[in-house]
């Protein structure tokens, strides 16, 4: 899954709405534990979902809680979603991705070719 992808399935099934429906929950719960556990911080997280980090904490918590006990009702609602994620490796957005190269750019070339990508509107 890309996070194209992503973003477009939290718009189509109203992930991003305040809804409080045990289905919505679950996948927001695990969405949210699949991309902070593969690199995205938890405010990106909470701006895909139009919510606050401390709520990602929760989600997070709730996927962990919910995965150790083996809850069906959650495994059957994320099964597709799940199916999904292990067909992918890491995800990463735009904003990740700029912040990957520079904290891992030791050399002016290497910060001057992140600036040049960023002026060309590349990254």
Same mark, same amino acid.
Request: net charge positive.
């Given at each position: ?19 409080? %429906?045990?289905?919505?929950?679950? $996948?927001?719960?695990? /969405? ?5 556990? #593969? ?8 701006? /895909?979902?139009?919510? +606050? +980090?401390?709520?990602?904490? +929760? ?6 809680? /919910? ?13 597709? /979603? ?7 490796? %890491?995800? $990463? ?10 904290? #891992?750019? +030791? ?13 060309? #509107?590349?990254?």
């Amino acid at each position: 899954m890309t996070i194209e992808e992503i973003k477009q399935y939290i718009k189509d099934n109203g992930l991003d709405t305040r809804s409080r %429906k045990r289905p919505q929950v679950y $996948q927001r719960a695990f /969405l949210s534990a699949y991309l902070y556990n #593969n690199g995205m911080t938890l405010e990106d997280v909470a701006r /895909l979902f139009k919510r +606050h +980090h401390s709520t990602i904490i +929760h989600c997070v918590s709730l996927h962990n809680d /919910l995965s150790s006990y083996k809850d069906e009702l959650y495994l059957d609602l994320t099964a597709r /979603l799940n199916r999904k994620a292990e067909s992918r490796e %890491k995800l $990463q957005d735009e904003d990740s991705t700029l912040r990957y190269r520079i904290m #891992n750019a +030791h050399t002016k070339p290497e910060f001057r070719r992140i600036q040049d990508l960023v002026k060309n #509107n590349l990254i």
